[in-house]
């Protein structure tokens, strides 16, 4: 049965990957524009005129643009010198200009003139990516967008890099763009990425996608943050759970960077110090938490030494980061990409060695360390321009969303493998079973939300709300830890955003009735009772069951008790499984329903009862005394 629990956690992982790398296709495949016309300027001029606008397709500004080094050339003056012609995207670092390459700083102009199609009637647009450091952009003699201040030197210039989309004029049946471009700040210098051009309806969609993509992903690393700060502040000697807290931490940070700089929406003043500080850091951070982590995990496997050459080397660069400016941290990126290759490398070797001695949850953590690297690889050859693909250029993030859902896992099996042999400790008891319920549950809803993101994007918004609110109430472990009581109204607030997210994931084939006394929704009872009790009948009830499943949960008083039912219409329990909640047998039970029989036990002297017919439903029912609160507040609640 652990094996097979092993190859179901794999299955999910892969099928995650799987709608990720369809969303991205997808993606690419709307920006290949029309198949079989070849889309890349030449000598300055991009033809255009045999394509077809519609609502879906993009179409990069890429090929062979005019170049006027160290010259900011007006559209108005058509006396041009004899330009030259270079890449875009690319660096001028390497252009050369009087047999010499003129490096990273400078400035110039780039030229294209588009040719559209006679009959095009449609609203176009352009969407215009940062340009290093600073830009001034001009459409048929206009100007209609800039970052910062371009300069013909480092006191002229304002840096600044911030993605935009402006509307354009085609009443010319041409595009002639003119773009002003300077860079004393950075250490590329250049158009680096696509400028894009669509319809404003395919653009400002190709955008909103991208967001919400962002906001997933940031939502997700954020929550993972959530997620390990709650076991450290239950399990404070686990300090893995601290270092991966501030790893997904620099991760959620760099996607705001990153992609659409989602930063502007929350900061739109943010400087562009700060901002390229930011950035730079999420890099050195990344193999030094890790490193941290799996010291941690691994002791016997990760020798000490090399644990704290490779903290001190990535640590060193976070405070050269800091204190330096951007023309002298840069340039020491390329050395630290390849350590950052060579240390990931060196800990795959020990996180296989762990695996080998079949350390708890290894395996997993092997496999989303492996896709971590290679997204990572991805995102460097965007960097170096080994590629143009603006869809695969951020797919860094998408790896450690992975590799986190795989750490949330392992690091659930570490648990799993310390609480096992402190079983009489029911406080980590209550932390064992979390941490195992949830990274499953992630992995099913992460997996439904990353598929709507593209057929039904409210849908998805609305779902990733109910994961937050559920995650909130369900992570609440000072509730528990202090023994405090909490309202059968929040208790259903709980249950009732589970089951949405069940719902969606059900294909509505999930029905709930509700059949709930309003005086009871005041009444106090422990934490975490009924919303178990569901998830129950949820995952073992409907297994198997292609019909609709039904759910009714129901609340009443009688006789001066809290009465509070479940029922189903799934494959019911047999009874050894019913005796066996009397013996606190977990293995035919199951720990949730047990434990849940021993609060009970514990707090009001009573018991779970459980009445079930197979393959024709189970009820559970949970009688609670009605005594005042200060008795419940002086019980021995454990």
Known sequence: MKNNKSYIIYLLIISLISLIIV???????????????????????LDLTDLHFDDESLHSLDGEWSFFYNQFIMPDNYDYSAPGIITVPGLWNSYQYNKEEIGASGYGTYRLKVLLPSNCNEKLALKIPDMSSSYRLFVNGKEISHNG??????????????PLIKALNTDSGQLDIVIHVSNFHHVKGGIWESIILGTEEAIYKHRELNLLLSFILIGVLFISVFYYLVIFSVMQSNV?????????????????????????????????????KLEYITVPSGPLLLALSLYSLYPTEFPRKIMNTIVTVFSLYIIVIIFTPLKIFG?????????????????????????????????????????????????????YKLHNNYDLAYTFSIGLIIFILCQMHSLSLNIADVFQRAQGLAKA??????????PHFLYNTLNTIIHLTRESPEKARSLLMELSKYLHGKFNFDLYNKNKLVTLEYELDIVKSYLAIESVRFSNRLKVNYQIDEQTLNHKILPFLLQPLVENAVRHGFRKNSEDCIITISAFVQEKNLILSVSDNGIGMPKNKILALTKCDYSELGTGLTNINQRLNTAYGTDLSIVST???????????????DNVHDKSNIS
Request: no cysteine; glycine share 6%; aromatic share 12%.
């Open 23 to 45: 969303i991205e296709y997808n993606s690419f495949k709307n920006n290949k524009g029309v198949p079989g016309i070849e889309l890349k300027a030449k000598q300055g001029i």
């Open 149 to 162: 201040v371009v300069g013909k030197s480092i006191e002229e210039e304002t840096p600044q890099w911030k």
């Open 240 to 276: 893995t759970s601290l270092y991966l807290a501030m790893f997904s931490f620099m991760a959620g940070l760099r996607e705001l960077l990153i992609r659409e700089a989602v930063v502007f929406l929350i900061f739109p003043d943010i400087s562009f110090k700060l901002m390229s």
């Open 331 to 383: 340039p020491l990126m390329h050395l630290y990409l390849i350590l950052f290759i060579i240390a990931f490398i060196y800990m795959i070797f020990v996180i296989a060695a762990a695996a080998k001695k079949k350390k708890p949850g290894a395996g997993t953590l092997l496999f989303g360390t492996l896709f971590l690297l290679l997204t990572a690889l991805i995102d460097m050859g965007y960097v």
């Open 429 to 438: 008891e209550m932390a064992f079973l979390q941490a195992q319920i949830v």
């Open 614 to 628: 197979i393959d024709a439903g189970t009820t559970i029912n949970i009688k609670i005394p009605l005594r005042s």
